[in-house]
Nanobody
Framework: EVQLVESGGGLVQAGGSLRLSCAAS????????IGWFRQAPGKERERVSC????????SYADSVKGRFTTSSDNAKNMVYLQMNSLKPEDTAVYYC??????????????????WGKGTLVTVSS
């Protein structure tokens, strides 16, 4: 069974940091791209980052570029999102998702095959 399980969310003050983890199982992790998405109340779900386990590409939304870093540990089937300099507008439920085509170009909402259930990040001002 394919599973993606996020963890690491919580409450943090503005300017602080959190590290989210996504534990993957049930598929060939090294062939996929893993994206982080977030959804805040009343807003569209947006991709905040992607890491390709095929070509190593990492990409970020403009809103988080320079503050967030995604990484993977293939030996552990884990993907991480290090979030620094957090802002209240980063408050959202964060999801990890897997794209079978394996490249970040394809790792958009409609093409993600598997999703975690999300972890809530709340940034206080």
């Amino acid at each position: 069974e394919v599973q993606l399980v996020e963890s690491g969310g919580g409450l943090v003050q503005a300017g602080g940091s959190l590290r989210l983890s996504c534990a993957a199982s049930g598929f060939n992790f090294g062939d996929w791209a893993i994206g982080w998405f977030r959804q805040a109340p009343g807003k569209e779900r947006e991709r905040v980052s992607c890491i390709s386990n095929r070509d190593g590409e990492r990409s970020y939304a403009d809103s988080v570029k320079g503050r967030f870093t995604t990484s993977s540990d293939n030996a552990k089937n884990m993907v991480y999102l290090q979030m620094n300099s957090l802002k209240p507008e980063d408050t959202a439920v964060y999801y990890c998702a897997a794209a079978p085509l394996g490249f970040c170009y394809y790792a958009e909402y409609d093409l993600m095959d598997y999703w975690g259930k999300g972890t809530l990040v709340t940034v206080s001002s």
